[in-house]
């Protein structure tokens, strides 16, 4: 009995507080004209009335892109809608019907933003962001190469050139000359970055899965035979799932190698796509 007093008193204690920490609405479509509003007045306080305490401890950056900010801002004035499914509701705006990623839920007291949900939807989107953004550069690079085997008559074998030469895919162009196939973002400044949550590697032969059979790319120095990449993410779950590669017919392959895709991505040295690669729809 003692327990069960001491636990009720805890719990009086701590409503209050969430109470204060977040507010509660309602319905869905005040909850969202309040979020609104706090966004379109830059007002920090009303957002954390309206998010909860610890918003930001769910939210991938510590400061918002002013650029996403004003985009929302000018899709809402342009339209917004509730789109609601039982006791989860979600808000819409603009002309595209783009959804914020902050579910707004229902409980006995009333709607409020869920914040750890909102953090699983972020990274989701998150996810397909930069695993779309890995296959447009792996395509990139494969019309890279392309473009360089013009000027060279072989494909590079690395990103970026030795300084003061042009043996990559990408060189510092001077005043007046073409820039180089590809830009600097395949390699990072720092290491481990990658590019959208991604890394990439060049790969100088194929295996006996790969349309055409087992090869060396490189013959007499020179990689002349055909061209591959694979990329995979920076940190699996978090920057992406799916590992991708491609080679010089530019056909897309992607796989989930699990949580061991950096160690699986270190043990692939050739471009290989057996049956259990999926060739991506373009």
């Keep these: 009995m003692k327990n069960r007093m001491k636990l009720s008193a805890l719990v009086m204690l701590m409503l209050p507080a969430f109470v204060q920490a977040q507010q509660l609405f309602n319905t869905p479509e005040l909850a969202a004209q309040s979020f609104a509003t706090a966004v379109i007045s830059q ?7 309206v998010l909860g305490d610890n918003w930001r401890q769910y939210l991938p ?6 650029e ?3 985009r929302f801002v000018r899709d809402w004035k342009v339209s917004h809608n509730i789109e609601e499914q039982g006791e989860t509701a979600h808000l819409n705006v603009g ?15 009333g709607w409020h933003f869920d914040m750890q949900r909102a953090a699983d939807e972020i990274l989701t989107r998150t996810i397909g962001l930069n695993e779309l953004s890995a296959i447009q550069a792996v395509q990139a690079y494969v019309a890279a190469q392309q473009d360089y085997y013009q000027l060279d008559q072989q494909y590079a074998q690395k990103f970026v050139s030795t300084e003061g030469k042009k043996d990559g895919l990408y060189w510092p162009a001077v005043p007046g000359e073409a820039p180089s196939p590809l830009g600097p973002s395949f390699s990072p400044v720092q290491p ?3 590019y959208h949550g991604y890394h990439f590697r060049i790969l100088t032969a194929q295996g006996a899965d790969a349309p055409g059979g087992a090869k060396n790319y490189i013959s007499d120095g020179k990689m002349t035979e055909g061209f591959a990449l694979i990329a995979w993410p920076v940190e699996y779950g978090e920057t992406g799932v799916a590992t991708f590669m491609v080679n010089n017919q530019g056909v897309v392959y992607q796989k989930d190698l699990g949580e061991e895709t950096a160690e699986k991505v270190q043990e ?10 999926q060739e991506e729809q373009q």
């Design 43 to 49: 007002d920090e306080a009303a957002l954390t009335e």
């Design 61 to 66: 950056d510590e400061k918002a892109d002013p």
């Design 68 to 70: 996403a900010v004003a």
């Design 95 to 109: 002309q595209e019907n783009w959804q914020l990623p902050i579910p707004m839920v229902k409980t006995q007291a």
């Design 192 to 194: 481990g970055m990658g």
């Design 268 to 277: 692939i040295k050739e471009f290989n796509p057996d049956k259990s690669w």
